[in-house]
């Protein structure tokens, strides 16, 4: 069965550093493009960020540019999303979702990671 | 950016009755190449991440009941629940995909009247 399973999440200062990672299973992930979508606490969606399945192609949301920066491990199986100069607003569940082209449709998601910016 | 916006808010159907949800894009995500629209819809219940339910617009995901429709092209989308049962009770978002960066509506909540 395909999965994928978000870690790294938790409480941290603002202006801190938090690094999360999704973890893939039951599918090639190299064959897939590998997006974070975050949702702040009772809100909606937020397309995050994007990564090409080589890791040569990356996409970020305005709102991230400059502070978060997506990476994957291809040969661990393994997305990541470093976020850097964290602030209230970041403040969400971050899920990594598939899609099965550059633009596609998420067509499996994980079941997410809490990040909390507090002091 | 392209701006998604759903309508209502949120909805309160009868058991068995229809639910409609509509979408409008603030600029065409129809792709003229190959007639598509990038335009996707997802169901989210509490405490659960989103599940794919609709993508170009009308093509159902596998495993998804076929009481859930999409429709429309261009700026404006409609997803159609039929026959609501109790399971359905979830928040609906589209989503865009045609430009590079990827938007959702602000989500629209679906009730058991």
């Known amino acids: 069965e395909e999965h994928l399973v978000e870690s790294g999440g938790g409480l941290i200062q603002p202006g801190g550093s938090l690094r999360l990672s999704c973890a893939a299973s039951g599918f090639t992930f190299s064959a897939y493009w590998m997006h974070w979508v975050r949702q702040a606490p009772g809100k909606g969606l937020v397309w995050v960020s994007r990564?090409?399945?080589?890791?040569?192609?990356?996409t970020y949301a305005d709102s991230v540019k400059g502070r978060f920066t997506i990476s994957r491990d291809n040969a661990k199986n393994t997305l990541y999303l470093q976020m850097n100069s964290l602030g209230a607003d970041d403040t969400a569940v971050y899920y990594c979702?598939?899609?099965?082209?550059?633009?596609?449709?998420?067509?499996?998601w994980g079941q997410g990671t809490m990040v909390t910016v507090s002091s | 950016d392209i701006v998604m916006t759903q309508s209502p808010d949120s909805l309160a159907v009868s058991l068995g009755e229809r639910a409609t949800i509509h979408c409008k894009s603030s600029?065409?995500?129809?792709?003229?190449?190959?007639?598509?629209?990038?335009l996707t819809w997802y169901q989210q219940k509490p405490g659960q991440p989103p599940k794919l339910l609709i993508y170009?617009?009308?093509t159902r995901e596998s495993g998804v009941p076929d009481r859930f429709s999409g429709s429309g092209s261009g700026t404006d989308f409609t997803l159609t629940i039929s026959n609501l049962q109790a399971e359905d009770v979830a928040v609906y978002y589209c989503q865009q995909y045609y430009s590079t960066l990827w938007t959702f509506g602000q989500g629209t909540k679906v009730e058991i009247k």
């Open positions: 979702a598939r899609t099965w082209a550059m633009r596609g449709a998420f067509d499996i």
């Open positions: 170009w617009a009308s």
């Open positions: 600029q065409s995500v129809l792709y003229n190449s190959n007639n598509k629209n990038y």
């Open positions: 990564i090409s399945t080589d890791g040569s192609n990356t």
